[in-house]
């Protein structure tokens, strides 16, 4: 591979300066794992976006990692990553053979590839849902596997909120699986073993220890507002705000987030959740409930609207467009951006097989590839609380209906 050498270079000069940096940062204890198989692909559950520093100081040998396509559309700066370490690119929401492909040939060149096997950090503390592709690859490869969890990132970057805190991050090994083993194995089973190596519960963790570990910072809940969408009390969207380390709904409703982590009900409306985690759990299962409701909205009522959302068109790994800021609205049966010059744009919901994803902290991008394979993101102004959370989990209620109609 072209540039190797110098990757390899650049890795062993790079690691020793940044494990001190990360350890008095954020308190990172890391074990050196040495693996008995190369090449492997390692998977690690995702809770920054430092991720591929604090995995990567856990092994003396370099790989290379799978990367969101977006950070190959930052000018300068993609071309300095691309030059230090030559990262796959991955776009998200479509099903990326190309993908599929440079990982396989860098495996088959000898080298060792990373992939945060969730695809996008953890919102609510618990390792997402991993895509039953993954095990596949893994077959395919006839590479080694090595399996990796992380503990304690979710409360030291919590993606929903904007500032760091001071506690402690661990990166754990936790199997190595040689060619041979996993060649005995089916896709199913491999899969299996994914899903429990990597499984992740911050507030578990938490309740495990004798003395919960406390993550000091400062705006503790601000930004909680981008995962607690929907508020318990009068079951209303985007109308909880926050400041400091308390957040509030104009109906009477408040909490505090404290340092380790946990939901406390201060305010005259109690709520019963302990944890981001309930709580999101709950908007799902009123989401559920209320889901024929939500689909037979009038065509010209929309469900979720922000302004202050900018559209961009782009192709893979190539510079992006703007098209203008505006109005984002999800209706029952299509998106609409209006921008501030009047132009509208319309994605009808059925033009959306993959549904959206996203990425980026707080209210994150939006990001979303029609049947037709043209690719939107939408960015959101950081004056305006708009959560893409919201928006996917509104999205996947409407969609599933439609299905069921079909």
């Not at 991955?90 to 860098?106: C, M, N, P």
């Not at 969890?149 to 500032?163: A, D, L, N, Q, V």
């Not at 570990?213 to 009390?233: D, H, S, T, W």
């Not at 959206?356 to 049947?371: D, L, P, Q, V």
Request: one cysteine or more.
């Amino acid at each position: 591979m072209k540039g190797r050498f110098r990757h390899r270079a650049i890795y062993h000069i790079l690691r020793p300066v940044f494990m001190p940096y990360f350890k008095i940062r954020f308190n990172q204890h890391s074990e050196l794992i040495k693996p008995k198989n190369s090449p492997y692909i390692l998977l690690a559950n995702h809770l920054l976006n430092w991720d591929p520093f604090t995995v990567g100081m856990s092994f003396r040998q370099p790989m290379y990692y799978v990367a969101s396509e977006h950070i190959f559309r930052w000018g300068k700066l993609s071309k300095l990553i691309q030059f230090l370490e030559a990262p796959i690119a991955r776009q998200k929401g479509t099903a990326d053979s190309r993908t599929v492909r440079e990982i396989l040939t860098r495996l088959k060149e000898g080298n060792n590839v990373c992939i945060f096997a969730e695809g996008s950090i953890t919102y609510t503390g618990e390792t997402g849902y991993i895509a039953p592709a993954i095990g596949k690859l893994v077959k395919l490869s006839g590479a080694g596997l090595i399996t990796t969890s992380m503990h304690g990132g979710y409360f030291t970057r919590p993606r929903w909120g904007k500032t760091y805190r001071r506690g402690k991050l661990t990166v754990m090994p936790v199997a190595e699986y040689s060619p041979e083993q996993l060649k005995e194995m089916s896709v199913k089973e491999i899969n299996e073993i994914i899903k429990r190596d990597l499984y992740v519960n911050a507030f578990e963790d938490q309740l495990a220890l004798e003395e919960p570990v406390r993550f000091k910072g400062k705006q503790l809940a601000e930004g909680i507002e981008n995962v607690l969408y929907l508020c318990p009390n009068c079951c209303r969207f985007s109308t909880i705000t926050s400041k400091d380390d308390r957040f509030h709904c104009d109906c009477g409703m408040e909490g505090r987030f404290t340092e380790t982590g946990f939901l406390e009900s201060i305010g005259k409306e109690k709520f019963a959740f302990k944890t981001i985690l309930e709580w999101n759990k709950w908007q799902e299962e009123w989401l559920k409930e209320y889901a024929d409701a939500l689909r037979n909205m009038p065509k010209d009522q929309p469900i979720l609207s922000h302004p202050g959302q900018e559209m961009i068109t782009f192709e893979r790994a190539g510079e992006s467009r703007s098209l203008g800021k505006g109005v984002l609205s999800l209706y029952a049966d299509r998106f609409e951006f209006v921008s501030d010059d009047g132009e509208p744009l319309t994605i009808p919901l059925e033009d959306l097989p993959k549904g959206i994803t996203y990425y980026g902290t707080g209210g994150a991008t939006i990001a979303m590839t029609t049947a037709d394979d043209i690719s939107y993101e939408i960015k959101n102004s950081q004056d305006v609380s708009r959560s893409c959370w919201c928006y996917e989990h509104v999205l996947a209620v409407l969609q599933e209906g439609r299905s069921k109609e079909k």
